[in-house]
């Protein structure tokens, strides 16, 4: 048993339920006599005046965490896996997932019972464009204007009437235990979920076999396969908050995947769509060859 060890996350209510998700389950497992969660603020927490794709992209928030880890003032690092750039920081790994909770976004609002519903002309406010391309896909008639802030912040701003309505992920507000403030649970269908949405992920310093080893026992395999799906499909996309991209990987009983991607023009007027079948054994080839057919629809000059 290590005498301790401390958890590296952000500081927003949403980031330390899931790092005290985390310290529970290292707990249970007997790993370590005590635990420290410790709240770290990053640049996507300070930066509220821009868009994450206008701020520098997913990194913003996850930077400061990962360079904490490297500096050993933290063993190891809890993210939202939607939030992980697609490249790991030289001298980190990523050797274990939580089982992933819903990966569905949820429609809230009190100006209609869906997203379909809403008044022609209405707006909706949400930070991230891929949201922000499939609503306008689906509802061009609609004003989309940004939204940043954590899960409470984004809730304040729709009841002072800043937007009529605004999406999140079902995921987070479970883990808040705010799920009821939902007024529609949005099908994969209608808005295919961020990569890696509803995951939380756990980065410690590569080659720590102490927290390698404690992590072991908590790693989900089925969720890890279905991100690294995702993630193959991103990296070869070269991702970022710059582009809408979004990814959904399931498995069934037997181990049989099915990964569906998209990538969408900001304004939701070019939209490309795939999907892969296949045994989830095979997830990152999978997800690989998924983002060179979605490179190849989209042709050259798409991505920014």
Known sequence: MSPSLRIGARGSPLAQAQAIQVRDHLLSKGVAEAIEVVAIRTSGDRIQDRTLAEAGGKGLFT???????????????????????????????????????????????????????????????????????????????????????????????????????????????????????ATQVIEPDEILPAVGQGAIGIICRDGDGRVAGALAALNHARTMERVTAERAMLEVLDGSCRTPIAALAEVDDGGAMLLRGLISSPDGARVYETERRGPATEARAMGRDAGRELLELAGPGFFP
């Open 63 to 181: 930077k400061e965490i990962d360079q904490a880890l490297l500096d050993g003032g933290i063993d190891l690092a809890v993210h939202s896996m939607k939030d992980v750039p697609t490249w790991l920081a030289d001298g980190l790994a990523l050797p274990c997932m939580l089982e992933r909770e819903d990966p569905r976004d949820v429609f809230i609002s009190e100006a209609a019972p869906s997203l379909a519903r809403l008044a022609p002309g209405a707006v909706v406010g949400t930070a991230s464009l891929r949201r922000q391309a499939q609503i306008l896909r689906r509802r061009p008639d609609l004003n989309v204007v940004p939204f940043r802030g954590n899960v409470e912040t984004r809730l304040r701003k729709l009841g002072e009437g800043q937007a009529d309505a605004t999406l999140l992920a079902l995921a987070g507000l479970k883990r808040l235990g705010m799920a009821h403030v």
